[in-house]
């Protein structure tokens, strides 16, 4: 099977501090992966289509500058929340495009709450 | 815009009944459908997946689809207490790009 690893699962952090939060697929090559937001009780908000080698395509209304990624690898993306503010407390999960499967293969998220 | 709708729910069926949740979606472009779970806290996890007219069988579950009513729809047989979660629809247009995510429907079994 496809496994995609998201660390850290959970994170406090103070208000103004950086947070950065890694995606990596184990036992494939993603060229494509994507990091999505959901708040409670709300639906998975895809936030921007990391690509490697490549400048991330974010969606709009998200903030780039903010929402720093880096795809540097073909198996690792990472997303970085900088100045996190308690309205940025949520739940982010990566996913990764495997390249011989149509749907997407999920991290186990990770559970940003900023204090 | 892309979207992809759901009913919110709850849903709630008592155990051993059968379950339906319904999906419509606008982009007649969409070529890929699925079918996510997710339990509270958690990531979702694929349940079904389909890409053509028809009803598609695997086990307990029947995905069906329409692309000329542009619906797609999950069948959940001989539902289980261990089946209560949020089942969230998915569409995408081609290999590679997002998935297009509903709100999700709570499914709710009761013993």
């Known amino acids: 099977g496809a496994v995609v690893s998201q660390h850290p699962s959970r994170v406090i952090c103070k208000s103004g501090t950086s947070v950065k939060i890694e995606c990596r697929s184990l036992?494939?090559?993603?060229?494509?992966m994507f990091w999505y937001r959901q708040f409670p009780k709300q639906s998975l908000m895809l936030m921007a289509t990391?690509?490697?080698?490549?400048?991330?395509?974010?969606e709009q209304g998200v903030e780039k500058d903010k929402f720093l990624i880096n795809h540097a690898s073909l198996t690792l993306s990472t997303l970085t929340v900088t100045s996190a503010h308690p309205e940025d407390s949520s739940f982010y999960i990566c996913?990764?495009?495997?390249?011989?499967?149509?749907?997407?293969?999920f991290g186990q998220g990770t559970r940003l709450t900023v204090v | 815009q892309k979207e992809v709708e759901q009913n919110s729910g709850p849903l709630s069926v008592p155990e051993g009944a059968i379950a339906s949740l319904n999906c419509t979606y606008s982009?007649?472009?969409?070529?890929?459908f699925f079918w996510y779970r997710q339990y509270s806290g958690k990531s979702p996890e694929l349940i079904m997946s389909?890409?053509?007219?028809g009803d598609k069988e695997d086990g307990r579950f029947t995905a069906q689809l329409n692309k000329a009513s542009q619906y797609v729809s999950l069948l959940i047989r001989d539902s289980q207490p261990s089946d209560s979660a949020t089942y969230l629809c998915?569409?995408?247009?081609?290999?590679?790009?997002?998935?297009?995510f509903g709100k999700g429907t709570t499914l709710s079994v009761s013993s």
């Open positions: 996913s990764a495009q495997h390249p011989r499967h149509t749907e997407a293969f």
């Open positions: 036992d494939f090559q993603a060229t494509t």
């Open positions: 990391s690509n490697e080698g490549s400048k991330a395509t974010y």
């Open positions: 982009d007649r472009g969409s070529q890929s």
């Open positions: 389909i890409y053509s007219n």
């Open positions: 998915a569409v995408n247009n081609q290999a590679g790009t997002a998935l297009i």
